[in-house]
């Protein structure tokens, strides 16, 4: 799961223009270690698999700080397997997930999408979610 994660953020790093090939799978996997020093066992990050009865159709990764002022809790990766994409589970896994995350005493959920992906864009504003920010570069 979490090796698949690190591959699929380097290639996004790369398609956003942020990164080069040759660096980004290394700079990837630094990023991951950095977020979780203690793996799965980190505190105040939660990975979660989602499911559909006893079957796994994907997982998230959320991270609180319950001393956070906003009671913000920040989605670092969100992820339906390809087999289960375009069937209305995305809807129904953000759902979950603000329950879960409200449970946890999170008041607030932020997110990062790259701007080209732009079918996980419509879902983020779907189910809610607006821009704070927009970050533009231009190659020269």
């Known amino acids: 799961m979490m090796d698949a994660a690190i591959q699929r953020y380097a290639e996004e790093k790369v398609s956003a223009g942020t990164w080069t ?18 793996g799965i066992h980190t505190a105040h990050h939660e990975l979660w698999n989602l499911l559909q009865g006893n079957q796994a159709v994907g997982w998230v990764w959320l991270c609180f700080d319950p001393n956070h002022p906003q009671k913000e809790g920040f989605i670092y990766n969100f992820i339906l397997f390809e087999d ?15 329950e879960q995350a409200q449970s946890l005493g999170v008041q607030k959920l932020t997110l990062h999408v790259f701007a080209h992906n732009q079918i996980a864009r ?18 020269i």
């Open 21 to 38: 090939k040759e660096e980004a799978l290394e700079n990837a996997e630094d990023q991951f270690d950095s977020l979780l020093p203690d």
């Open 84 to 98: 289960y994409r375009g069937k209305g589970l995305s809807k129904q896994a953000i759902a979950a997930l603000e």
């Open 122 to 139: 419509s879902l983020y504003e779907k189910t809610g979610f607006a821009e704070t920010g927009i970050y533009m570069s231009k190659p």
